[in-house]
């Protein structure tokens, strides 16, 4: 017998992933119990400051805002992702539609924030039109509020939704809903009762991967954002890079981390065959071989 | 008979229109001569001034190419000998790897560009105490990038692995090969389209990240995305509407060229 050379293949992976990836998740979980350096860093010794922080006023406020943006922005996406999934999935031209919704999200991610930048700023197309057409005098400020976040939020992930929903729906046989109306069921009880239980999979699929990208989001709040829509992701950020308490950045992090896990644990329970499509579709997700 | 549908197609228009309607913006504003989104006429003058007059932008736009590729490779060495220990064989420790390995992609980027952040800091620390300096700089965005690209390339070539059976790797050890043999001769062939997508989606990943760059660049290194940041926090400008537009162009015969070149490695 040779030897087993498993352990010879996945030792460089195990190295890398731990050195750059649980080393510093282990060193942000140690300094979240440490007490804030004066120039920023920490002080050794143990303390829950950076903990009791968690439960002030100000960040419980700014929690709420960024669950009522993710919420919302997940709700929009998935309310637009079933009908459009459904409708490539039935229909001949499956590949080219595929396409079409993979190609807006394989542009930068920046272009695509920029985009909305150049409708909707102050000087933007949006404006330039209105104030053109003689409908406004003034211009309008459409950024920089939560619903500006929402809209691009929903703009950014919306294709991460479409293509799990896609490759669920399109597993199903179309033949079960028209057995379901001879029988004499409506189309919409045909479309709850019998395709929404058999692509749950797809639909669990897709709010994760819409969900915990936009709750833990940093760049659209931070650039297209105003005082109202400040989210955990910009908090992170400034205690870390103005603020300079690292204790805090840590401990936010720190919850977020374990939250996403048990988020992805929780949906994984709920719908056991999921985990192979989070699986499969994190790969699929940006579609190279879609 | 069944009704023909109306809401589906209705609502896949509608969002087509949404994804579209602002890169076909961008794409006719990058034509406009007034600086403003007032249109007063057509011009090439911001392509213009993207090719002579922004040496800034051009040195990211390298900086960026040069992580992408080093970080691609690198990646995709490491991937795909690990996909193959992971798929194929047991050992210690092989659950918690797996999950490991899976953790950074679910996780919000910003978690991943903060540790990175405060290792790198402490790595500095230590490393200051024997006299070596560790600044933030393009190799620890290097790093950070070839740290979540691994993930992405580990699945896809487990996915190409999945298709094959292991048999073939053990008729090549009843046949005398030694390991390294199966591992060029045998393996690798095999795997390669698995590799190559892999190492292509690392490339659009790194060309693409801008959360984790954003805390792991330091002064000098900035990437592509990062440029686009700074120039936007100055507002609308016309040069990033014409860069906008070779990007998405650049996407686009990218998106083409990978399905062919996918299926071209599929048929051979």
């Known amino acids: 017998m040779r030897k087993n050379p498993g352990p010879f293949y996945s030792s460089p992976v195990a190295i890398w992933i731990s050195s750059f990836f649980l080393i510093p998740l282990g060193i942000i979980f140690t300094y979240s119990f440490m007490r804030k350096g004066l120039y920023g860093g920490v002080v050794p010794g143990f303390c829950l400051d950076a903990y009791s922080a968690l439960s002030n006023i100000t960040f419980l406020k700014i929690t709420a805002s960024t669950l009522y943006i993710a919420l919302f922005s997940t709700l929009a996406i998935i309310v637009l992702a079933i009908p459009s999934a459904y409708f490539m999935a039935r229909s001949r031209h499956k590949s080219f539609f595929l396409f079409l919704v993979i190609i807006p999200f394989w542009t930068n991610f920046l272009i695509r924030i920029y985009a909305w930048i150049a409708i909707l700023g102050n000087n933007g197309f949006l404006n330039s039109m209105l104030i053109s057409s003689g409908l406004f005098s003034h211009h309008v400020q459409f950024l920089y509020n939560k619903y500006a976040v929402i809209l691009v939020t929903a703009y950014t992930y919306l294709p991460f939704a479409i293509l799990p929903l896609y490759s669920t729906i399109e597993k199903f046989d179309f033949s079960l809903l028209e057995a379901a109306q001879d029988l004499g069921a409506t189309k919409w009880q045909a479309l709850r009762k019998v395709l929404f239980p058999n692509i749950r999979g797809g639909i669990t699929t897709a709010i994760l991967f819409t969900f915990i990208p936009a709750f833990g989001s940093y760049a659209i709040p931070q650039i297209l954002g105003g005082s109202d829509s400040l989210m955990i992701g910009n908090v992170i950020a400034r205690e870390l890079t103005v603020t300079r308490n690292w204790p805090l950045a840590s401990s936010i992090s720190v919850v977020l981390t374990i939250l996403t896990t048990l988020g992805v644990v929780f949906f994984m329970k709920l719908n056991q065959n999921a985990s192979g499509s989070v699986r499969r579709i994190a790969t699929a997700e940006k579609g190279v071989n879609a | ?268």
């Open chain 2, 1 to 268: 008979m069944t009704k023909k549908a109306i809401i589906s197609p209705f609502v896949f228009t509608l969002v087509m229109m949404f994804l579209y309607m602002p890169l076909i913006i961008l794409v006719i504003y990058s034509f406009n001569d007034s600086k403003t989104m007032a249109w007063s006429g057509f011009s090439f003058r911001w392509y213009q001034e993207l090719f002579t007059n922004s040496g800034s932008l051009w040195r990211s736009f390298g900086n960026s190419v040069i992580v992408a590729l080093g970080s691609a490779t690198l990646s995709s060495v490491i991937g795909t000998l690990g996909a193959i220990g992971i798929y194929w064989y047991n050992f210690k420790f092989k659950k918690i790897l797996q999950i490991a390995t899976f953790l950074p992609l679910i996780l919000p980027e910003i978690i991943i560009g903060v540790s990175l952040l405060i290792f790198f800091a402490k790595v500095n620390d230590l490393l200051s105490l024997v006299g070596i300096h560790f600044p933030l700089s393009l190799f620890t965005v290097f790093l950070a990038h070839t740290t979540f690209n691994l993930p992405f390339v580990l699945l896809i070539v487990m996915a190409r692995l999945e298709e094959f059976d292991f048999t073939i790797i053990e008729a090549a050890y009843d046949l005398g090969a030694r390991e390294i043999d199966t591992l060029f001769k045998v393996v690798l062939p095999i795997a390669s389209p698995g590799i190559i997508s892999g190492f292509l989606m690392a490339v659009t990943l790194s060309l693409e990240d801008f959360v984790i760059t954003f805390f792991v660049a330091g002064p000098g290194s900035s990437t592509l995305p990062l440029h686009v940041y700074s120039m936007i926090r100055f507002g609308v400008s016309p040069v990033i509407n014409a860069l906008s537009v070779l990007i998405i162009a650049v996407t686009i015969l990218l998106a083409f060229s990978t399905k062919n070149i996918y299926k071209y490695i599929i048929s051979k």
